[in-house]
């Protein structure tokens, strides 16, 4: 069946341009999840939605970005004025339980700001 | 000090050797994940267990919650498990806790 996909799966913007980044997760998955890893990095959190809302919006890095969830289903990732140390990966997962179920990652979405 | 540590940083080892990837942490969670993520960038959910083992083929993954640490063991390890393992808390707060990952290469 089909898994998470994001889009784009690539982009390059120019600094202080807005982006954004969309993802579908699974169908019937409730929670949602954006993660970001930038170059030799780890992963790190950004925000977990359960259905359409965002319990938690601490784990954004600043006031630039925001996300939504319509529907319970696609989520868009929106980075405003975009700076160089927001090139990374962008990577979204979902589960179907809620936080503590198993989660399906997507291919991401890598952003590169010049 | 990181809330979630990893150790080793970067393992290699011969095809068919056992290898043991641990994971400590620091924070009360509610479950840990064990994730895989290959060259190319994708991961892979592992493992979720908030307690005792559990197994997939030649994965296992194990959680003391009083000593605060998980393992995952490869048994008959092969060159396609080369990969970066990641393990992650859930601290209960919708917020996961990252290590910072280990680099297993297996080499025929």
């Known amino acids: 069946g089909a898994g998470v996909s994001q889009s784009p799966s690539n982009k390059v913007t120019e600094k202080g341009k807005d982006v954004e980044l969309r993802c579908d997760p699974i169908?019937?998955?409730?929670?949602l999840y954006w993660y970001r890893q930038s170059l030799g990095q780890g992963l790190e959190f950004l925000i977990y939605?359960?259905?359409?809302?965002?319990?938690?919006k601490s784990g954004l890095p600043s006031d630039r970005f925001s996300a939504e969830r319509t529907g319970g289903s696609v989520s868009t990732l929106t980075i405003q004025r975009t700076q160089q140390e927001d090139s990374a990966v962008y990577l979204c997962?979902?589960?179907?339980?809620?936080?503590?179920?198993?989660?399906?990652f997507g291919p991401g979405t890598r952003l590169t700001v010049t | 000090k990181n809330e979630v540590e990893q150790s080793p940083q970067n393992l290699t080892a011969q095809e068919g050797e056992f290898i043991t990837i641990n994971c400590s942490y620091s924070v009360g969670i509610s479950a840990l994940h064990w994730l895989q993520q290959h060259p190319g960038g994708g991961i892979v959910s592992l493992f979720m267990l908030s307690s005792g083992k559990k197994k997939h083929g030649r994965l296992i993954a194990t959680i003391n919650i009083q000593e605060k640490h998980s393992s995952l063991h490869i048994t008959a390890s092969h060159p396609r498990d080369s990969a970066v393992y990641i393990c992650?808390?859930?601290?209960?707060?919708?917020?996961?806790?990252f290590g910072t990952g280990t680099r297993l290469q297996v080499f025929p």
């Open positions: 992650a808390v859930d601290s209960g707060s919708d917020k996961l806790i």
């Open positions: 997962a979902s589960s179907f339980t809620g936080r503590l179920g198993e989660q399906y």
């Open positions: 939605f359960q259905g359409n809302s965002a319990p938690d």
């Open positions: 169908s019937g998955h409730t929670a």
